[in-house]
């Protein structure tokens, strides 16, 4: 994976911690009905990188394309995010 990609991925988490810290600040009601599943969301992506890192291991996978297969669920989910958060409301 290239260093761009990480750089872009780490952007966009941040980004997504900020505009969702900002929807707690300001709307703590709504904003609390969505941490149950934001929560949700990011077990999954760690569990579905944590199994596709175990499958690149098995394979014989250099360490860089078995550092990739672990972020890219959560790469998904957090552009994910980022679509989201960037749609009006």
């Known amino acids: 994976m290239p260093p761009a990609a990480y750089a872009l991925f780490a952007w966009q988490a941040g980004w997504v911690f900020t505009l ?11 904003a609390a009905s969505t941490l149950t599943a934001m929560v949700a969301e990011k077990q999954k ?3 579905d990188g944590a199994i596709a890192a175990g499958a690149a291991m098995m394979q014989g996978a250099r360490p860089d394309v078995v550092a990739a297969a672990a ?15 960037k749609k009006p409301v």
Do not use: K
């Not at 972020?71 to 958060?85: D, E, G, K, S, T």
């Open 20 to 30: 969702r810290s900002l929807q707690l600040a300001t709307d703590p009601v709504q």
């Open 71 to 85: 972020l890219r669920p959560a790469q998904r989910r957090v552009a994910a995010n980022m679509r989201a958060l």
């Open 45 to 47: 992506a760690f569990a």
